[in-house]
Every structure is written in structure tokens, then in C-alpha cells.
């Protein structure tokens, strides 16, 4: 990884310089972990669910309305 840092006069790092490349793997990487972390909650819960097709087809029926 080409990592590049932005300092202050000081040498401290205010900000980070990376190749798009690398921006766009880590922004996959951090949807996928939301996509996870929202899954592990869904299943915790004691909430009732419904089946994506079943929504789908609500969803259309309720638009026929």
C-alpha cells in the first residue's frame, strides 16, 4: 500500500494520501463489515422477519393498490 501523509509544521499527520485502488478496497471492505455487523443485529433480535421474496411481493401487491 502507497500510503502518503499530509503534516502540519510540526510533523504531525493531518491527513492521508492513498491510490484510488486502495480507497475503493477499503470502502468495500467497510460496506461489507456494515453489511455484517447490521446482519448479526437483525439475527440478535426477537423481531419477526419476512422472507425478501415474500417483501417483493407486498411490496408489488401494495403498488397495484
Known sequence: METQFITDDKG???S???PIAEYEKLMEDLEE???IKLY???KASNEEYVPFE????NRKE???E
Open 40 to 42: 448479526d443485529k437483525v
Open 54 to 57: 415474500e417483501f417483493l411481493k
Open 16 to 18: 492521508v494520501i492513498l
Open 12 to 14: 504531525k499527520k493531518q
Open 62 to 64: 401494495k403498488m397495484n
Open 33 to 35: 463489515l456494515e453489511d
